[in-house]
């Protein structure tokens, strides 16, 4: 079953606006991870963002993380055309105490016109 | 590294044949997973593998599946027969020994079914 789902589904913006993509879960967790996939290949590891921080940065990604409310946002600051692709958050399918096993939720396709 | 091998990349078969995927997942990784993903159920976990041992194989959705791993670089994924309802993207992604960080997969280019 799938723990994580992403809002929006779509999104289509603009060269150079930011791209916020939020993912909500179920149950308790350790990590969550962002993937990204452009179109035919394979997902790509983004950022993992620990259940004991609550803001991550890595280069023009901003990820945060409330287990209060078990969610999560994924920020794409100055976006470029080449950002198109779609977004997963996933996460650990019974909150991390089987290592490996991900659940992915159904992405947000972000589309960035140049 | 050449990271996560899939072949072949893309498969077009009839319905009742058999069809094998191939992954060589990046070496010293010691997990190695299957997924499937379709536009009606996503990206869905089969199997995965510790060391060569597979660890949990609930996913996977009929015995039409089986899936091997002989050695720390090989695993295949079998479908016998092959449905329609089979076709499909189907990736394999590894990864290394346990967190902190080794919670991260890495993906092969997927292999894509057509089960006609």
């Known amino acids: 079953s799938q723990q994580g789902e992403e809002d929006p589904q779509a999104l289509s913006i603009q060269e150079g606006e930011n791209a916020t993509m939020n993912c909500s879960y179920k149950?308790?967790?350790?990590?969550l991870q962002w993937y990204r996939q452009n179109s035919g290949r394979g997902l790509v590891h983004l950022i993992l963002i620990r259940s004991n921080e609550r803001e991550k940065h890595s280069g023009r990604l901003r990820v945060t993380l409330d287990t209060s409310k078990k969610s999560s946002s994924l920020l794409i600051t100055a976006s470029r055309a080449a950002d198109t692709a779609s977004y997963f958050c996933a996460t650990p399918l019974d909150g991390g105490t089987s290592y490996g096993k991900l659940t992915f939720g159904q992405g947000t396709i972000l589309t960035v016109h140049p | 590294d050449a990271g996560v091998i899939q072949s072949p990349r893309h498969e077009v078969t009839e319905m009742g044949q058999e069809v094998t995927l191939r992954c060589k997942p990046i070496?010293?990784?010691?997990?190695l997973f299957w997924y499937r993903q379709t536009m009606m159920r996503g990206l869905e976990l089969l199997i995965y593998f510790n060391n060569n041992v597979p660890i949990d194989d609930s996913g996977m959705p009929e015995d039409r599946f089986s899936a091997k791993m002989p050695n720390a670089s090989f695993s295949t994924l079998k479908i016998q027969p092959s449905e329609p309802r089979d076709s499909a993207v189907y990736f394999c992604?590894?990864?290394?020994?346990?967190?902190?960080?080794?919670?991260?997969?890495?993906f092969g280019p997927g292999t894509r079914l057509l089960v006609l």
């Open positions: 992604a590894s990864s290394g020994v346990g967190p902190p960080g080794g919670e991260t997969q890495y």
């Open positions: 149950t308790s967790i350790n990590n």
């Open positions: 070496s010293g990784h010691d997990y």
